[in-house]
């Protein structure tokens, strides 16, 4: 979970940088990064916390230049520490590497243990580090071919920047797993995770970036390379990116992520049919599937739950206790709305159910009569090795239990998961080519189970 965005051959490149990753900001909250080119130096500046509180103006003056990458992460290897914030820069041979990733190797332990028995010293625990090690390795065949002999090392989910002397490079795992789009601007060149971040600006489309692909972006114009001519890959697109992670005005894998969000609650109302006083969504993550079952079922919608949108990181606060507190900050119930009345709730996924259930208990305190609780995506069974920050199976409340488990533990009188044929038909032409790993465990690549518990101890 990460968002990244690079600029080529715009004057005030960093200022642009800002404000695609303030359009990114849903995709990391921990820490925020701008490296930026002006012909002649390598500037950077990051830090822990939300884009907002990483830059202001004074620091954006300081970072003149007409090529930038920038970084949002949320951490999914590699702990939160300043260390660990991307973009992160290299220097030697008095050149500069930067990089800028998104997604999840899963063989990156192994790789890191060869290239230290090699004399290779690590400055982070990021998988990140593993790719520039690699690349700059294989920099005296060019940098096309580094980059090609890396990709044919590493596996799993990159999406992935460079800055690299007076080019630009976007590079993208042959899985697809992540999303990456390229645009044109004033001349120039973007590339980012969402295209929300264009819309923003004013960037035109052009096309994603494709599984498998390097794009070079330097004086020359963008010019295109595949990194396996003959080797087959299975696409995977994560379809959690559809269900929760991307925000609903982009385009990720060209579709539009509200029309899906929207397909997955007509579905739900195809496969549950039911019969209440009103839909209403957890707010923001079950809005768009819950005008979906509405749209479908002919109920009236309602927004009964009203969101604090100056709350923040919910999620990945530590203690269980703090968490249950910021839950009842972020959402509470209207009791007009809700007293005496039977209600549909829909929400997007469930995770560790601890939040969910806090929420759902406020329902019921604010007097509605009956809760039927419905999920846009079927039960998280299995953790994501690709770059969503799924826990471990055992926190993972489907993993363990059945759904009458489940609803029974949510106390609601009715539980119920969308089929993953459901899923998939939301996805209409997509449904071979998503990733479904975190609900069936069928991995697309085969993960090095090591490498998560050894790196992350290093
Ligand atoms: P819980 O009831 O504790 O399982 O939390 C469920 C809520 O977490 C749902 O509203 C989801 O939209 C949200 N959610 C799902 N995946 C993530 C994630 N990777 N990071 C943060 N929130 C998530």
Known sequence: MCGVFGIYGVEEAANYTYFGLYALQHRGQESAGIVVYDGKKVKEWKGLGLVSEVFNEEILKNLSGYISIGHVRYSTTGSTILQNVQPFCVNFAKKTLAIAHNGNLVNAYQIRCELEEDGHIFQTTMDSEVIVHLIVKN????????????????????????????????????????????????????????????????????????????????????????????????????????????????????????????????????????????????????????????????????FAMIRNHYIGRTFIQPSEKIRNISVKMKLNPVKDILRGKEVIVIDDSLVRGTTSRNRLKSIKEAGAKKIHFLLSCPPLRFPCFFGIDFPSSAELIAHKHSVEEIRKFLDIDTLYYLSIEGLLSAVEELRDKVCLACFTGEYPIEVDFSFRKDIAEI
Request: hydrophobic share 40%; proline share 5%; net charge positive.
């Open 139 to 302: 920099l005296k065949k060019g940098l096309v071919n580094a980059i090609i002999e890396t990709m044919k090392r590493i596996r799993g989910a990159y999406s992935i920047l460079l800055l690299y002397e007076d080019t630009l490079v976007a590079f993208r795992d042959p899985w697809g797993f992540r999303p990456l789009s390229f645009g044109m601007f004033n001349g120039g060149y973007v590339i980012a995770s969402e295209t929300c971040a264009f819309d923003l600006i004013g960037v035109q489309y052009l096309r994603d970036i494709e599984p498998g692909e390097i794009l070079i972006i330097d004086k020359e114009g963008p010019k295109s390379y595949k990194a396996f001519k003959k080797e087959k890959f299975n696409l995977s697109h994560c379809v959690f990116e559809f269900i929760y992670f991307a925000r609903p005005d982009s385009y990720i894998f060209n579709k539009n992520v509200y029309l899906i969000r929207k397909n997955l609650g007509k579905n739900l109302y195809k496969e549950c049919p039911l019969q209440a006083d009103f839909v209403m969504p957890f707010p923001d993550s079950g809005n768009y599937a819950a005008i979906g079952y509405s749209q479908a079922s002919g109920l009236p919608i309602e």
